[in-house]
Nanobody, 120 residues
Framework: QVQLVESGGGLVQAGGSLRLSCAASGSIYRINDMGWYRQAPGNQRDLVARITSTGSTDYADSVKGRFTISRDNAKNTMYLQMDSLKPEDTAVYYC??????????????WGQGTQVTVSS
């Protein structure tokens, strides 16, 4: 069984920084694409940033230049460094991993979500 555990959310003032982590555990053969999504109340869940197994990255226009996604394959962990935070970044942030379980197949997994609140 695979589990994703997120950490690092919290309350921060506008202009501040936070670093989110997402650690995967379980019977993992390989993690392919990894991504961060966010969902504000009343809104759909949107992609924030993603990183491929080879390190290629992609960002939502709203966070380009402020957020940085990275991964540590040895630790099965993904990070999101969030700088110059704005009130509109307030949301629940979810991590998503496309995980290869070997003979058991490939599946998408989600973390439980971590709240990020940016005060003005």
């Amino acid at each position: 069984q695979v589990q994703l555990v997120e950490s690092g959310g919290g309350l921060v003032q506008a202009g501040g920084s936070l670093r989110l982590s997402c650690a995967a555990s379980g019977s993992i053969y390989r993690i392919n694409d990894m991504g961060w999504y966010r969902q504000a109340p009343g809104n759909q869940r949107d992609l924030v940033a993603r990183i491929t197994s080879t390190g290629s990255t992609d960002y939502a226009d709203s966070v380009k230049g402020r957020f940085t996604i990275s991964r540590d394959n040895a630790k099965n962990t993904m990070y999101l460094q969030m700088d110059s935070l704005k009130p509109e970044d307030t949301a629940v942030y979810y991590c998503n991993n496309a995980i290869d379980l070997g003979m058991s197949g490939r599946y998408d997994y989600w973390g439980q979500g971590t709240q990020v609140t940016v005060s003005s």
